[in-house]
């Protein structure tokens, strides 16, 4: 390939997938993604807290914090829109550096060939399942780089004269932060801790002593645990366990009962049906049954979405033809990667390319082995995401190069261009079907972009989501009570009264039942001025559900009204059952100060600052957003009487709390 092609190859390639991901991420529909809601949701709770949460608060809270320390950044400008548009800026990112280091180790494995670099940054960099993810504002991007990027310095200083133990330690660094990324980090440590582990036993250029091999290890991973450690034991007190998942606990786990299959045979792993090129919903019996059948057509086409059985329907119908013509597309680079790791193994038999091949090798028989573990432990259909594959980025890439590579050495001119040529078009193709709007129609925003909205105080965009949602929905009170959490924080009692009232009404007449719902109600009556009418009906709720939100906030309310016994007694009703009130503790030391108990009210006062400093246990109160339903904005008001004066305590409260009651306190 002359310089000229060469060059002209990367400005496409690099056009091609840099505008398709910023095209994504600037025009595209918001927040739709796998677990979404979950992955915001955490860096709301880093702004809101300013401490990591724990397994069991959240959806997505089982993860390390690395990737959402970025989110708490984007968090500070204030802005739903810069925190949804920012995060897949943030994976567009990761990917494309992902597939640079790709090219980078292919050319450090054939540095004769250049335009095999080329070849294997644009395996990387268009394939679906990269660009797709790039879009999302999950963590599985920010790893697959880290991943990257470990692997190819191990790779370089393997392949070195004299690897350094100062290189190793780098590669630990890397590992360490893939760790505090995702538990998935875990495996490209073990990868390259084999690979030294064999040097020894290698015959040929690339053996060593055991005792280097074994030194580059230890230090390697002594780096990794101390940056990666702190985080583990704190799960292993708190649970028993390092690597502890959301799934273990009831939430979670009634969402997991309820998707198929259910359990998983032998049977699962060998069948492949050719019905997954005409029929690519991923809930089809042929689909439900084919782990490697499944998780192949999702390489090559978006078909989970939210992980949601009915939007997954959805998304099939829409995407049926151009699902079926990516998997079709796809099966002419997955058989170059194929054969490429096939040569790789002959290659490593022989002696060549060691340094690179055995890692890589080793590498990619792990990440499978884990994903059909994974796969058989978690017999769901959501569970078979390609992008829990993304370790193979590399591998993948350089695997493809080696087979261009061998068939660029054949006489025939198309076997000299079958490489490139498959795998730029299906790479051309993919880009087209992810840009939003080009070949695809742009979906509405996803739900959850009314939670970030009214996070950040975006009334108006909150109130457009849900308007929409309560229009067209079938069972609409959800989505009419987030109206109401809307107006009751823009200032709008009366308006977000008679919403709460009209939810209440709906939901009776369906038998739907939910505790908090007369005391949402109830807050917004109070609010309104109608003190007598919102006692009432507290002492209903109450009276059914002594939940602590009802109990301060009858205790708010009976302040309002003059009432500072039963306050009182409210209060520390409340506060008995759960601490973490802190408008609570504020209308309590209210209350002592005007029965004249200045040192309780001083005691009340200070331990509202502990508890506003403090990251708490269970589902949090103040986000704003109910449990970690994307649907759930208002779910659990807390009232705050200060000054002679009912308010409602918005996100805002929360986030300013610890500061603010701290220095009053002091």
């Not at 644009?122 to 679906?128: F, K, M, N, Y």
């Not at 038999?349 to 890692?359: D, E, F, K, Q, T």
């Not at 269970?618 to 009487?641: K, N």
Request: proline share 6%; with cysteine.
């Amino acid at each position: 390939m002359s310089r000229g092609w060469l060059i002209g190859g990367w400005v496409a390639a690099i056009a091609a997938a840099a505008g398709a991901r910023i095209w994504t991420a600037l025009a595209g529909p918001l927040m739709w993604g796998y677990d979404a809601w979950g992955h915001v949701a955490y860096a709301l709770f880093l702004d809101l807290y300013r401490g990591v949460p724990w397994a069991d608060q959240g959806w997505s809270y089982f993860h390390p914090p690395l990737h959402y320390l970025f989110g708490w950044v984007l968090a500070q400008f204030g802005s739903g829109e810069v925190l949804m548009r920012g995060l897949p800026l943030l994976a567009s990112a990761a990917s494309l550096a992902t597939a640079a280091l790709a090219g980078i180790l292919v050319r450090r494995v054939a540095p004769s060939q250049p335009g095999l670099a080329l070849l294997g940054f644009t395996a990387v960099a268009l394939l679906p399942v990269h660009l797709f993810m790039s879009a999302m504002p999950g963590n599985e991007l920010t790893e697959t780089l880290l991943v990257a990027a470990a692997v190819t310095v191990f790779i370089a200083n393997e392949s070195s004269a004299r690897p350094t133990r100062m290189t190793a330690a780098g590669v630990g660094a890397l590992l360490g932060l893939a760790l505090l990324t995702k538990f998935s980090g875990l495996i490209p440590w073990v990868a390259a801790t084999a690979s030294l582990a064999l040097r020894p036993f290698l015959a040929g250029p690339w053996r060593e002593s055991a005792g280097r091999a074994f030194a580059r290890a230890a230090v390697m991973g002594i780096v990794a645990l101390a940056i990666a450690s702190p985080y583990y034991v704190r799960n292993l007190v708190a649970f028993g366990s390092p690597f502890q998942l959301s799934r273990d606990f009831p939430l979670v786990t009634q969402v997991e009962i309820d998707q198929p299959p259910g359990s998983r045979g032998w049977i699962d792993y060998l069948t492949i049906s050719p019905r997954l090129f005409t029929d690519p919903n991923p809930l089809a019996p042929h689909m439900l049954h084919s782990v490697w059948g499944t998780v192949y057509l999702n390489v090559w086409a978006d078909s989970y979405r939210e992980s949601d059985v009915a939007r997954a329907l959805e998304a099939e119908r829409e995407e049926r033809r151009s699902s079926s013509v990516m998997a079709l597309l796809g099966l002419g680079p997955a058989a170059l990667a194929l054969a490429g790791a096939l040569l790789a193994v002959r290659d490593v038999i022989r002696g060549r390319r060691r340094a690179a091949y055995v890692p890589l090798l080793l590498l990619s028989v792990l990440v499978i082995g884990a994903f059909a573990v994974f796969a058989w432990r978690v017999p769901i259909w959501s569970a078979l995401k390609a992008s829990y594959l993304f370790g193979l980025s590399l591998p993948y890439a350089v695997f493809i190069a080696r087979a261009a590579e061998f068939l660029g050495c054949r006489r025939s001119w198309w076997q000299r261009v079958a490489a490139p040529a498959v795998v730029g078009v299906a790479g051309l193709v993919a880009t087209v079907v992810a840009a939003p709007g080009v070949v695809l129609p742009i979906r509405a925003h996803a739900p959850a972009t009314g939670a970030v909205h009214f996070y950040f105080g975006e009334y108006p965009e909150a109130r457009r989501i849900y308007g929409r949602l309560a229009n067209g929905s079938a069972y609409p009170v959800p989505w009419i009570e987030n109206l109401a959490a809307v107006d009751l924080a823009d200032g709008n009692p009366n308006r977000a009264r008679r919403l709460y009232a009209r939810a209440v009404a709906l939901a009776r007449s369906t038998g739907r039942s939910d505790p908090q719902r007369a005391g949402r109600l109830a807050v917004a009556t109070a609010l309104d001025g109608d003190l007598e009418t919102a006692r009432r009906l507290l002492d209903t709720a109450v009276g059914e559900h002594p939940l602590p939100e009802l109990l301060a906030n009858r205790g708010a309310i009976r302040a309002a009204l003059g009432d500072l016994a039963g306050a009182e007694a409210d209060l520390n009703a409340g506060l008995m059952l759960s601490s973490a009130m802190v408008p609570a503790w504020r209308t309590l030391a209210v209350v002592r100060e005007a029965r004249g108990e200045g040192a309780k009210a001083a005691r009340a006062r200070e331990r509202a600052a502990r508890e506003a400093c403090r990251v708490p246990r269970g589902y949090p109160y103040g986000v704003g957003t109910g449990e970690v339903l994307e649907w759930g904005v208002g779910r659990r008001w807390l009232l705050r009487f200060e000054e002679g004066v009912l308010r409602p305590a918005l996100p805002v409260y929360y986030r300013r709390a610890c500061g603010r009651l701290g220095s009053e306190a002091g």
